[in-house]
């Protein structure tokens, strides 16, 4: 009875969820340029709406009432708690700020996108202060005495702080670094140029289209459209959107984009239907979401068995290509070597990416650097940890879309993602035996369904480190990231373990 | 003040409008298949949450604050008019029964798609019974005792009642029967294949959003997307929508769709800037929008003086088209025959596709005819209407969208807008004396800035009827119709006005 009562309210505060969702995808992918100041007002006082909702004493009573009669383990306490959680922050927050946050983001992903295109960060300068501003209050409502940061966190990932997150970033950065010391060492350079050459945009979204629906990504509830910014976003199980940007001389930014996106859609088509529009009804995290996409980008999509089912499609889609080998194609995937944008980084270097931005951020919202110091300190810090520097802000500070969006503290989640699916691709191997063999025939389907039981039906019925090692069997650690990635660029560079 | 406090609450409400418009276009332009049942619920649960802002105590109260306070014959005056016109409309109607209304639609919609498709009225009708179910019930509680039709009407075209637009019709019909007649009679069978060849996709593209902007449609505040049904939608005066298709055997139905959506565009996009938001911020009725639309459409785009300048501009886009003239192509655009589908007719026969409209719809509603007999009705009132029936139902009963989206009483808003059309379009030529000459130069900047001074940034602020009477100083009538379908029909059958 409370169970359904509280059903019945969150049901208005996800339709309001996927409301807003549906006018972000079309701000990013459909909507006129002087579209932008209405779209923000809309989105206020959708944001105004939700809140109202989300704090009412009603909805309050209704998931205590929950949680005070549910069994023991049950979904009933799951939606309890979760819904309680997701009050009592809202209950934080002052309606005026949520609002205004919400407000901000429109206009500063417009002046984001105008700035990264000129290349010129005083053009975004202003929004970004006051969604820094905005954001420090809404931090400090979160968390009066707490710091600002870890309030940031939690949003994306419950229960993240800073101080469990700087040790793992410090022990990441200390495996990472001799391992890319090693590769440097080594003197080979890959060949890439089996990923690069003459792709037309038609061809790619052929290529990748047909990739897609292979992973099981269902297109009669989804779609793929062309985007600044990669990124996938789900309204209900039965309308999940993505979208892909391209380059003409390289495919891999385009393929490997499509795969982790559709990683994301599966992981959205495949919530449990029972529980839509409850307050357990959503994917459990970002850093499980980021498991799912990266999984199919990095541990499916650049394995041999992969290229062994994918590589004559691969050549007759792209003239040019028909000699390619699989033994060519490998280490072209693998590479392991410093670059300057985060989402076309490899695995080797990926993390240091994300622990570059998350010491940026953490010194942003202790006050230790301002947001006129950021173009800089993002180049230095670059240079400390990949030891390269950007030639201008938009391939710098402007190269994120986060920020304009209002989005401080969602990086990490990329990393818990990367750690989360390796070990999960780990037990997956054990438990289904001829893995490599069913992706060298094209045959994803055992794969799908394993991460729909496993992963995708179970919402947000379990916390993300629960849901880890109840597949697992272990809690949350880098240790089977480290040791592929060891072990992929070892054969790639030629060099020994002993040697990282 | 208490012009401003309504104002501030009404604002919400405006933006929950534009919201419903996004999710609405999204969902016949964008949204895959499956995305129907969840759009249905978000769209129930925004109508719901939008009832109770209307019907709440403190809008009222600002309402008739702002009543009482405002000098007569002021902005605020027509502010308060207008808001409590429809506040008392919406506290009029239940709140489950308003979202059950929005809910029904997204599900009519789907179904008529499908039903449409493979010519299967059945596929329709259940959904169609509960779409006009609801809507009886609707009319029932917003007016207890008045005729159904009447309430629905209204909806649409405030004032509107079966009462005025009986009569009119019925004399629509003894004007416009023996001009039909009178064709028929002539022998004369007009010409058409310089509207006839082989037209693709692309270059139709290309050519009709050259006209679209030169007529002062703003691409950077809009769009223009493929649909099964040509539309317009607007979310705020910078954002307006338009859709179109194609045949790639005539061009017509392309051009002038886009002509057509492009001036309910211009009015969208000419909205008053100050007043955006507020309860008078829309256009003032759908005839007076459809006048901008069959302005463009018919007494600009079918113009001897507009194919002046578009001709050589057609002669170009077209292959095969390089030596039509404008006398070959002016009665190619004035056909006066009866036809199957209303979006395609022609100007003398139009009317009477409405018409038989306005009979099956009065008489659904009154209870004469029932769900189950709405395929012979409808094919029996055209053969009365234009002597012709439908093969099939997918171009019978089937055509039109509105029934789908639970639109009962909006097709007399076609017939009110060509006359208003036609009377605006007869002033607006005693005003700009050398109008043929500027069209002849595909100049149309003085005809566009006269409808945004003289219509489109007058948004609600005087009743439709007062509006009329203002521009043109007489009250509406067919007299200016009547008089230019006369004329133009005369010409191109070489039939003098005194047969008719």
């Not at 989300?54 to 009933?76: F, G, P, R």
């Not at 309606?95 to 002046?111: F, P, R, V, Y």
């Not at 076309?344 to 010491?359: C, G, I, P, Q, S």
Request: charged residues 25%.
């Amino acid at each position: 009875m409370s169970e359904s009562k509280l059903d019945t309210l969150w049901r208005e505060i996800s339709d309001l969820t996927a409301t807003e969702a549906v006018l972000g995808w079309d701000q990013e992918t459909m909507m006129p340029p002087k579209g932008q100041a209405a779209r923000g007002n809309a989105l206020g006082t959708l944001a105004g709406i939700k809140h109202a909702k989300m704090t009412s004493a009603e909805i309050l009573e209704s998931a205590e009432a929950c949680a005070e009669m549910a069994a023991e383990d049950s979904v009933a306490e799951a939606k309890a708690r979760e819904a309680l959680r997701q009050i009592h922050r809202a209950r934080k927050i002052p309606a005026d700020l949520a609002k205004a946050l919400a407000e901000s983001t429109s206009s500063g992903l417009a002046s984001w996108q105008k700035a990264r295109a000129s290349s010129d960060f005083s053009l975004f300068a202003q929004d970004l202060e006051t969604l820094v501003r905005l954001n420090q209050e809404k931090a400090s409502a979160l968390s009066p005495d707490g710091p600002a940061y870890d309030a940031l966190l939690d949003e994306f990932e419950p229960g993240a702080t800073e101080a469990v997150l700087g040790p793992l970033f410090d022990s990441l950065r200390a495996d990472l670094s001799p391992l890319i010391q090693a590769v440097s060492d080594s003197g080979v350079v890959v060949d890439e140029s089996p990923a690069q050459g003459d792709f037309s945009e038609k061809a790619q979204a052929v290529f990748g289209k047909m990739v897609a629906q292979k992973m099981g990504y269902d297109f009669e509830a989804g779609r793929l459209d062309l985007a600044t910014h990669p990124f996938c976003t789900g309204f209900s199980p039965s309308d999940v959107r993505i979208t892909w940007r391209y380059q003409t001389d390289d495919f891999r930014p385009a393929l490997f984009g499509i795969m982790h996106e559709a990683g994301h859609g599966l992981y959205e088509q495949g919530l449990n239907p029972a529980w839509v529009g409850t307050s357990i009804g959503g994917a459990v995290g970002l850093g499980m979401h980021e498991s799912q996409s990266r999984m199919w980008e990095n541990l499916i999509g650049r394995s041999r068995a992969f290229w062994e089912w994918a590589l004559p499609e691969f050549r007759a889609a792209f003239p040019g290509k028909s000699e390619v080998t699989v033994d060519q194609m490998f280490p072209a995937l693998h590479t392991a070597k410093a670059s300057l944008i985060r989402v076309e980084a490899d695995e080797a270097t990926y993390n240091l990416h994300v622990a570059a931005r998350f010491e940026i951020e953490r010194r942003l919202f202790s006050g230790k650097i301002s947001v006129a110091d950021l173009p800089e300190f993002w180049d230095q810090t670059y240079e400390d940890l990949l030891g390269i520097r950007a030639d201008n802000v938009s391939e710098g500070v402007l190269q994120d879309i986060h920020w304009s969006m209002g989005a401080f503290g969602y990086f990490p989640t990329y990393t818990l993602g990367n750690l989360i699916n390796a070990q999960l691709f780990e037990t997956m191997g054990q438990e289904i035996h001829d893995l490599d063999a069913q992706m060298a025939q094209g045959d994803f389907h055992t794969i799908r369904e394993w991460l729909r039981a496993k992963i995708h039906t179970q919402s947000s019925r379990y916390s993300s480190d629960q849901l880890v090692e109840k597949v697992t069997g272990s809690p949350l650690s880098a240790d089977a990231f480290l040791a592929g990635i060891r072990k992929v660029t070892a054969e790639v560079y030629g060099i020994s373990g002993n040697n990282m």
